[in-house]
T-cell receptor, first 109, second 113 residues
């Protein structure tokens, strides 16, 4: 059975801090790993990473996949209160995504 | 706005009843996915349709069924509802059948009384 584990489950930081969120995966026929941000409603897509190992960046967010360790990290620098959300990672197999339970990030002013 | 539309936003019903959740995918997307999100289980994949055909099945109960219509919208039917079916049900869509970012609708919150 496919499995995705995220750590930590929750995190409280102050504005301006840098955070690193972790995701490990065991996915049959692994194709890619995806990160999503979930605020009040729908998860919104952040990054898709493949075994190429290429780092993806978008503003203060960046992410990379370690195919040897079967893991990925999501870094957020200079955090803002608007970064408060649940961050989900998902492993993509042949057809479906298997999601982790998420990391709840709270950024305090 | 992801472009994926789900209706209704909220649904309150009683045990034993049947409900239908509706999803319109983003323009151009051929795949539709259904997920159930509960506090203890997280996001659980239920089923995928691609261009009208069932493509993959996850942890979907026999009491649940889905279909995708020629105009690509999809419906998830939940019957003989139980208290444990209370959850947020998400629809997502993607262009292709696999290994592509999925874009999520705002979900339907189902409450069983």
């Amino acid at each position: 059975e496919d499995k995705v584990v995220q750590s930590p489950l929750s995190l409280v930081v102050h504005e301006g801090d840098t955070v690193t969120l972790n995701c490990s995966y065991e996915v049959t026929n692994f194709r890619s790993l995806l990160w999503y941000k979930q605020e009040k409603k729908a998860p919104t897509f952040l990054f898709m990473l493949t075994s190429s190992g290429i780092e993806k960046k978008s503003g203060r967010l960046s992410s990379i996949l370690d195919k040897k360790e079967l893991s990925s990290i999501l870094n957020i620098t200079a955090t803002q209160t608007g970064d408060s959300a649940i961050y989900l990672c998902a492993g993509a197999g042949s057809y479906q995504l298997t999601f982790g339970k998420g990391t709840k990030l709270s950024v305090i002013p | 706005d992801s472009g994926v539309t789900q209706t209704p936003k909220h649904l309150i019903t009683a045990t034993g009843q049947r409900v239908t959740l509706r999803c319109s995918p983003r323009s151009g997307d051929l795949s539709v996915y259904w997920y159930q999100q509960s506090l203890d289980q997280g996001l659980q994949f239920l089923i995928q349709y691609y261009n009208g055909e069932e493509r993959a099945k996850g942890n979907i109960l026999e009491r649940f069924s889905a279909q995708q219509f020629p105009d690509l919208h999809s419906e998830l039917n939940l019957s003989s509802l139980e208290l444990g079916d209370s959850a947020l049900y998400f629809c997502a869509s993607s262009v292709g059948a696999a290994n592509q970012p999925q874009h999520f609708g705002d979900g339907t919150r189902l409450s069983i009384l």
